[in-house]
């Protein structure tokens, strides 16, 4: 009998196709393998566990992690906690989906490449842009590609990306450049907005691109429409990296000049899951379609005139161009994109900017609550649903003491801003509560 | 599946206006309007065209559009080189616990101490099973693990005062290993296979030089072949001062009885989504974990998850000379519960027995096909192997033609025209988790396909029949993208 549920072979089973093989012992299959390089023993590895002995050692695991739906969660800085509805999680558990690889055989992959078409349709509306592809892993790497993607189109390696992009953003960005040799040059900051002064000094016409986030990282509406003029004169392309909850409400990247749109896709649908798996989503204006990363799902017909969709554009990609490939991308965050679409239909336009106004009016309630006790927000501009605190001299002791008490007040900004020390950065969405907020302001006010 | 006349609506063509799906808590704080409390210009004017539908519309929409989908739920799906075995239910479960699906990745340490151990325990896992002395659990897929893999070894030698450019991959690679060299900034030069589908060593031997940084290979090939002369050419690499990349895409072969730290290789990645079954997701989402040798250590991602001496788990970002972040945060956390999963589950007779069943299913399926089809090396294999449909050319058949003819018996077919170096190539992969009577169904269908195309050429020629579209027109596609829907104005 087997020994395994996912190892359907018995002894018998074993046997008569070892037989058909003309051999006796299973070893045989790898007597190519030479004997110095055989490994003679077991892999040191745990015994294998019953599902029953697996799920109770994964709920203990899961169980020292305090959740957020466990705690006040004011945390955000790239990764959101939104009311997820039930039907994603219908969607994305069948398994003609999750089961599924690459489309490459569009006859019976039609679900799959028809939500992509979906999906990228969805993504040009929200970004305000012509095309899009499906998907890239996650925001970060998909900020890496857009600035590669934006060397490589104007001929010039030097990007300028503001101090008020996520500082992981630019860390990712960074390791790109230096496989690519390209120069990142940062662009400072002013009262939690881009220095556009020091911009305006910056841009010359060595530079590929200018990188802005909208919002920025620290909830800011920077003058994107500006930043593209400004772009645009050097012969340098705007890449906007935003956050799509927002677009229900704000303008879009296209519409404000952004050459190349990006977005962390996380907060459409998709769980927290300590970072992973996201989706990295992406559109640009159709001069760049050939620099596009990744797959695109394109419109056709069969033989009898039926709509179907397929693959396209292939000569782009690592499987056709090889070293000469617009990236080397070939998995990408397919079934995290179908969330993300999933998602943007369960809203329709009318949700999503419902869940957009619910995140701004929350976020003032708190900004208002927080300054009551003496903590009020440090920057004066508009933003959109994450603010800035200063804790003051006791900021760590005052953080850690939340946490010891279920309260995540945010992201600590003094490791990746030394002059933001005993700063934090907060984030309010439509699944905090007003209850929350004052419970939170009423510790706050007690260890002030 | 079956053939409908009608297209097949699209979530926009199903829109009307007025119906809503959303459910969304009330407002318990003021109201605002945002309009007035973001800049001139900033308020949106023109709302995105998001379809309106009900929950019911959706549902059915989705559902729709899953059941014109082929997964290995569906049927076999022998997708050489993508290991498309069973996806176990157990692991969907674990994935959505809400101690793992509810954390943000920036909670206090003290507050995911059990995500913590359970990623320092796959790094210390994968390490094992690759030989490797530590693990970076952060590239997102195979792709971004070679290319995370070839700037560590890019930061090796510059760290040393050598400039090596050069990257030697064998002509049967996969197309993301001369991509990824690109990325990282390095050159790609192809090395040829000999006759019998080896690294050629005299064209190594010429290759390699003073600027080689880096040879990619894949072991077992692409073709399905364990590379004998491995130590060999290992050496041949070192002693010209270069290093060995292991691409892992066929690592499931070799579980328990071979290790790539005992060939010879200094970095290797694992694609979790092949050999330790995380489900694929339509394309997506993957892992790539990437292994490296002790020499190459320094230059791992940051952050690694590290166990102090009291047994409390900490992201370590201070690592000075890190090649620095690959990816956001630390890596699909959700794929690597499922992948954790896995290895508890088999254990290490368990792994060992996955690689024994996956060759034997794929000897066997060689042995049963060659004749009508050619084997393009028609000797001991690993968990994959390619034919050549070039015998049925003369019939005016090829194997895009055999592919989808498959499709009419319910099963995904194998990779085609890859690898480049065989002609007419369809390579399959078995797996170890499809049964013998599986296997023969496969092979009966294949043997009976090889018949028609002597006897009926133009019934395979058109196939498929059964399918929701026959064949598409990717040339149209291609020539006139249609890259979105358009709304009508």
Request: net charge neutral.
């Given at each position: 009998m087997s020994k395994f549920g996912y190892l359907p072979h018995t002894d018998e089973d074993r046997q008569h196709m070892l037989r058909t093989l003309g051999m006796t012992h299973i070893d045989e299959l790898f007597s190519d393998i030479p004997d110095s390089l055989q490994l003679g023993r077991a892999l040191d590895l745990p015994a294998g566990l019953s599902e029953w002995s697996l799920m109770q050692h994964l709920k203990e695991l899961a169980g020292r992690n305090r959740h957020v739906e466990d705690a006040i969660s004011f945390l955000g800085a790239g990764a959101y906690h939104h009311h997820i509805p039930s039907v994603v999680d219908a969607i994305i558990g069948r398994s003609e989906f999750y089961t599924a690889y690459t489309p490459y055989q569009p006859e019976i992959s039609q679900g799959i490449l028809q939500a992509i078409f979906e999906y990228q349709t969805l993504v040009c509306e929200l970004m305000g842009l012509d095309v899009s592809n499906a998907s890239l892993y996650d925001g970060p790497t998909a900020l890496g590609e857009a600035a590669m993607m934006a060397c490589s189109h104007t001929r010039r390696n030097r990007v300028l990306v503001t101090r008020t992009v996520h500082p992981e953003y630019r860390s990712v960005l960074g390791t790109y450049a230096r496989g690519q040799h390209a120069d990142v040059v940062e662009v400072p900051m002013r009262d939690g907005l881009t220095d556009m002064t020091a911009l305006a000094s910056q841009l010359s016409n060595e530079v590929a691109a200018v990188i802005v986030s909208y919002p920025n990282f620290f909830g800011g509406i920077e003058e994107v429409a500006r930043m593209a003029t400004m772009a645009h004169e050097h012969g340098a392309l705007l890449i906007v990296n935003t956050y799509p909850i927002a677009l229900g409400l704000l303008e879009s990247p296209g519409v404000l000049g952004a050459d190349i749109a990006v977005a962390e896709g996380q907060s459409l649908g998709n769980t927290l899951s300590f970072g992973g798996p996201y989706l990295g989503m992406m559109a640009v204006r159709t001069e760049l379609v050939r620099k596009l990363p990744g797959r695109i799902a394109g419109q056709t017909k069969d033989r009898d005139g039926r709509r179907g969709f397929v693959l396209t554009l292939q000569a782009r990609e690592q499987h056709i161009r090889r070293e000469k490939a617009s990236s080397n991308i070939c998995s990408n965050q397919a079934l995290n994109a179908l969330a993300a679409s999933v998602y943007l239909a369960d809203l329709g336009p009318q949700g999503l900017a419902e869940v957009g106004t619910q995140c701004m009016a929350k976020a003032r309630y708190a900004e208002s609550r927080f300054a009551q006790v003496g903590f009020g927000r440090v920057h004066d501009g508009p933003y959109f649903h994450e603010f800035v605190l200063n804790l003051g001299p006791h900021a760590e002791a005052i953080y850690e003491r939340l946490a010891d008490e279920g309260i995540y007040l945010g992201y600590p900004l003094g490791g990746a801003y030394p002059e933001l020390a005993g700063h934090v950065l907060v984030a309010v969405t439509e699944v905090v509560t007003k209850d929350q907020i004052d419970e939170t302001a009423r510790r706050l006010e007690a260890l002030r | 599946m079956s053939r409908q006349t009608a297209d097949f609506p699209l979530i926009f063509e199903r829109s009307k206006q007025g119906r809503i799906a959303y459910s969304l808590p009330p407002l318990d704080v003021p109201e605002v309007d945002p309009r007035t409390l973001l800049p001139d210009g900033y308020a949106r004017r023109k709302p995105p065209a998001l379809p309106e539908v009900s929950e019911v519309d959706l549902i059915r929409h989705y559902t729709g559009l899953s059941q014109r989908n082929h997964g290995v739920d569906s049927g076999f799906y022998p997708l050489g080189s993508c290991t498309m075995k069973y996806n176990p239910k157990r692991h969907e479960q674990a994935a959505r616990l809400p101690g793992f699906a509810?954390?943000?990745?920036?909670?206090?340490e003290k507050t995911v101490q059990g995500a913590l151990a359970l990623m320092y325990e796959l790094q210390g896992h994968l390490a094992e099973i690759t030989g490797m002395d530590a693990v970076s659990l952060e590239p997102a897929a195979g792709a971004a693990g070679e290319w995370t893999g070839l700037m560590m070894i890019r930061a090796y030698h510059e760290h040393r005062g050598e400039r090596r450019t050069k990257v030697l991959v064998p002509d049967s690679a996969h197309g993301t290993n001369p991509a990824s060299a690109a990325v990282a900034g390095l050159t790609t030069i192809t090395v040829a296979s000999d006759a019998s589908g080896s690294v050629d060593l005299a064209a190594l031997r010429a290759a390699v030089g003073s600027d080689t940084a880096a040879l990619m290979l894949t072991n077992p090939s692409t073709l399905g072949l364990f590379e004998e002369q491995i130590a060999e050419i290992a050496k041949i690499v070192h002693d010209a001062g270069g290093l060995l990349y292991y691409d892992?895409?066929?690592?499931n072969a070799i579980l328990g009885y071979t290790r790539p730290g005992d060939m010879g290789f200094d970095v290797v990645h694992l694609n979790l989504h092949k050999t330790f079954t995380t489900p694929h997701g339509g394309g997506g989402p993957g892992a790539g974990p990437v292994g490296v040798k002790a020499s190459l250590v320094p230059y791992l991602p940051v952050p690694l998850v590290s166990r102090d001496a009291s047994g409390t788990y900490h992201l370590e970002y201070d690592r000075p000379h890190s090649i620095g972040k690959v990816k956001g945060f630390y890596g699909n956390f959700g794929i690597l519960v499922r992948a954790y999963a896995y290895v508890r589950t088999m254990g290490p007779d368990g792994l060992k027995a996955v690689a024994q069943d996956a060759v034997l299913g794929a000897n066997y399926l060689r042995k049963r096909l060659s004749g009508p089809y050619v084997v393009a090396y028609d000797r001991l294999c690993k968990h994959e192997f390619v034919l050549s449909g070039k015998r049925l050319k003369e019939t005016g058949v090829r194997t895009l033609d055999v592919a989808k003819r498959i499709l009419d018996f319910g099963y995904h077919p194998p990779t085609i025209y890859f690898p480049l170096n065989v002609e007419e190539a369809l390579m399959i992969e078995p797996t170890e988790t499809e049964s013998l009577e599986t296997l023969d169904a496969f092979a009966d269908v294949l043997l009976q396909i090889a018949e028609e195309a002597r006897t009926d050429p133009q019934l395979v020629v058109q196939a498929p029949y059964t399918t929701v579209v026959n064949r598409l027109d990717e040339t149209l596609a291609a020539r006139s993208p249609v890259l979105r829907h358009q709304f009508q104005k």
């Open positions: - | 509810l954390i943000h990745p920036y909670q206090p892992g895409a066929n690592a």
